[in-house]
């Protein structure tokens, strides 16, 4: 019995992705169904060994990719392909918005998908963040199917074969250990990249590698090129080593002294299961600017998880505004400045919402919000490192309004730094806030400015409630003003 998926279609009803298509395939989307993508392979053989050794029923049930299933596609003009319809994952975070503990998940989801696929005589030729996407759920899922490659199955009984070693390191492993060192922005940098110099990146993260520096160019290049080498020869098969040998002056001599360390099981610098132990005890410890807004101390996923322990430690005007947000009838929120999630625990715990995203630019932030919602597998909870108002990420990506515009936007405590500190004008601020939103807004105007609770320094002439109302109406209508405390007046809007 035949385990393709049949779809008839009609050319018109597809949409090519030309963001997704490669050489080897072409992805489209359904015009009538965009929950699905449809990755037709332009190479048959590729398509047939995947089929034929089962490899997309074993990633699928380990989730180790999007819910995918081979597809037989029948065209009206009689054009017969073969491909796999694969689950969309949308809104999508992309690399330069996730946290170091995001990126430690998607480091082991690769190394999980190395190890698979190796039992059945395939390996990963890359592994790019790109090729990565958080669910619902925030589990890191492989997207791309045309990254697996053919090796020998009797290579792989004796060792991991891991041939994109180089790129995992120069992408996840030594993004990690500078995380880990508290170089959390040049990490970031290192991670979000399209393109990279792995010998760069080794120069560095491995502090060895520094005394290279005093070699011209040239001995300098080909001594880091020789200890990457060394860093995965445990990676890939021997027959490659030995082939790559081949091309060498001294082959013979080198041949021969390969062999003498394989019979002596010379302890090469990594191995695959040692790489994994390395990578899962890497942790991170955050000193950023807002991380300690809230007291941690008192919030852990056992108090998250229970509503009643969650509102005792809740700022009180948290209660008045999920109130708010519960009486105008929204099931989506966006948190601009949202810190660690707190408000976002108590809508998702209490029903209120079925939708939250965190957006704010504090890492530390964000990644206690990220583990968080995954010990207590919260679903449609996504959280973002990103700086919306001033944004640095690649133009080629969709922007966050097109990700993640939604019916109700919450600023709270954030405007005023966005206009005293950072000198943002307020047209901008409040344009950007209601391209976000589809609906509603609440935000909060600070009329002390820059108060700390005891004092203020002087804020401009034109910073006061009237003027911040004169702008705020230019974008929305006014269904409510409240005071919430001395220093907090919540604007809430529709949007117009």
């Known amino acids: 019995m035949e385990k393709f998926k049949i779809l008839k279609l009609k050319r018109y009803e597809l949409e090519k992705q030309n963001d997704f298509s490669v050489d080897y395939l072409t992805c489209y989307s359904l015009k009538n169904e965009n929950s699905y993508i449809l990755k037709i392979y332009n190479q048959p053989n590729y398509y047939n060994e995947l089929y034929e050794n089962n490899l997309l029923e074993k990633l ?3 989730k180790l990719i999007p819910p995918t299933e081979y597809v037989k596609v029948e065209f009206d003009n009689g054009q017969i392909h073969y491909g796999f319809l694969q689950k969309r994952i949308f809104p999508m975070t992309y690399p330069f918005e996730w946290t170091p503990s995001m990126l430690k998940d998607a480091a082991n989801k690769i190394l999980e998908i190395v190890e698979l696929t190796n039992t059945f005589g395939f390996t990963l030729k890359d592994a790019h963040p790109y090729n990565l996407v958080f669910d619902e759920s925030f589990l890191p899922l492989w997207i791309d199917l045309g990254s697996f490659i053919r090796i020998d199955i009797n290579s792989s009984k004796e060792k991991i074969i891991f041939p994109s070693y180089p790129e995992f390191y120069a992408l996840f492993y030594a993004p990690l250990l500078l995380a880990q060192e508290g170089l959390v922005n040049i990490s970031k940098t290192l991670y979000s990249v399209i393109n990279y110099d792995v010998k760069e990146i080794l ?10 520096s005093v070699f011209p160019n040239k001995i300098k290049d080909k001594l880091v090129r020789y200890y990457l080498n060394y860093k995965y020869v445990n990676m890939v098969n021997d027959s490659e080593i030995l082939k790559k040998l081949d091309t060498l002056k001294f082959r013979y001599l080198l041949k021969t002294f390969f062999y003498i360390l394989k019979m002596f099981k010379f302890p090469f610098a990594l191995k695959f299961h040692k790489l994994r132990k390395e990578i899962e005890e890497i942790n991170f410890s955050f000193d950023t600017a807002w991380f ?3 007291d941690k101390n008192k919030l852990d996923h056992e108090i998250v998880s229970n509503p009643i ?3 005792k430690i809740l700022p009180p005007r948290f209660i008045i505004i999920s109130d708010i947000i519960k009486k105008i009838g929204v099931k989506e929120v966006i948190d601009l400045g949202g810190n660690i999630g707190l408000l976002g625990f108590y809508l998702m715990k209490q029903g209120i919402v079925k939708k939250y995203i965190n957006i704010d630019t504090d890492v530390g932030a964000i990644d206690f919000c990220y583990n968080i919602i995954k010990k207590l597998a919260f679903k449609n909870f996504y959280c973002v490192n990103s700086n919306y108002f001033i944004p640095s990420s690649p133009s080629l990506f969709k922007s966050i309004e097109e990700r993640f515009r939604s019916e109700c936007v919450v600023v709270l405590a954030l405007t005023h730094h966005l ?16 391209k976000l939103t589809e609906k509603y807004v609440l ?3 600070m009329p002390l400015g820059l108060w700390d609770g005891k004092q203020a320094p002087p804020t401009p002439d034109f910073y006061n409630i009237n003027w911040f109302r004169s702008n705020f109406l230019n974008y929305f209508k006014v269904l409510e003003e409240r005071v919430l405390e001395e220093n907090r007046i919540l604007f809430v809007g529709y949007k117009k």
């Open 60 to 62: 699928n049930k380990a």
């Open 203 to 212: 120069i560095l993260v491995e502090k060895k590698l520094r005394y290279f």
């Open 292 to 294: 300690n807004y809230y």
């Open 309 to 311: 322990a969650l509102m």
């Open 419 to 434: 206009i005293l500190s950072q000198k943002l004008n307020i047209s901008y601020i409040l344009d950007k806030i209601s």
């Open 443 to 445: 935000i909060e105007f």
